[in-house]
């Protein structure tokens, strides 16, 4: 991406193999993917199933939580 960017993709539905596989192979005749291109799972044995890309839209990072009782910091305790 240009100017350091990340994208996401929600796939619109399952994709059987990718999230064990977490590898996928594509091709496009332009030099990005676009929400109508298709990707296809590898697989040990091949080829796997082939999905639908869906909308991409700017990666958020989760918010990190705070954690009850504090900065998280380890405090001394006294007896």
């Given at each position: 991406m240009s100017g350091g960017e990340t994208l996401v993709n929600r796939l619109p539905n399952r994709?059987?193999?990718?999230?064990?596989?977490?590898?996928?192979a594509y091709k496009t005749s332009l030099s990005q993917l676009c929400n109508t291109d298709i990707i296809t799972v590898i697989t040990s044995m091949g080829r796997g199933a082939s999905c639908g890309l869906?909308?991409?839209?700017?990666?958020v990072p989760p918010e990190e939580v705070e954690k009850p009782g504090g900065d998280g910091k380890l405090e001394p305790v006294e007896d």
């Open positions: 994709c059987p193999g990718l999230g064990f596989e977490k590898r996928f869906g909308t991409f839209s700017p990666y």
